[in-house]
């Protein structure tokens, strides 16, 4: 099992993420029973930050999601790393997208 860095948030983005230490086994499991998947959106890093830091994250994923167009089909004119407020957010969007 790997130790890894869990940041995770429900439907609701306006709610604070869930972020902790968890040990993770190779089949996406926390220690190898609960299926990281139910948690709605999550991400893993090794990287430890706030819940703050996090939500910048998981704004800029999001946005990088939508693509040329957002849900109206306007285009889409932010950029993910204008979400992006620290270096520890920076680092942690850089090594997930990087995958």
């Given at each position: 099992?790997?130790?890894?860095?869990?940041?995770?948030?429900?439907?609701n983005?306006?709610?604070?993420?869930?972020?902790?230490?968890?040990?993770?086994?190779?089949?996406?499991?926390?220690?190898?029973?609960?299926?990281?998947?139910?948690f709605?959106?999550?991400?893993?890093?090794?990287?430890?930050?706030?819940?703050?830091?996090?939500?910048?994250?998981?704004?800029?994923?999001?946005?990088?999601?939508?693509?040329?167009?957002?849900?109206?089909?306007?285009?889409?004119?932010?950029?993910?790393?204008?979400?992006?407020?620290?270096?520890?957010?920076?680092?942690?969007y850089?090594?997930i997208?990087?995958?």
């Open positions: 099992m790997k130790n890894k860095f869990l940041c995770t948030t429900n439907a983005r306006y709610n604070a993420p869930a972020c902790r230490w968890v040990k993770i086994d190779e089949r996406n499991c926390i220690e190898g029973e609960t299926p990281v998947e139910d709605g959106m999550y991400f893993l890093t090794d990287i430890e930050c706030t819940p703050e830091e996090a939500m910048q994250v998981f704004y800029a994923l999001m946005i990088e999601e939508e693509g040329e167009f957002d849900y109206r089909g306007d285009p889409v004119t932010d950029k993910p790393e204008d979400e992006l407020k620290t270096e520890t957010s920076r680092a942690i850089q090594a997208t990087n995958q």
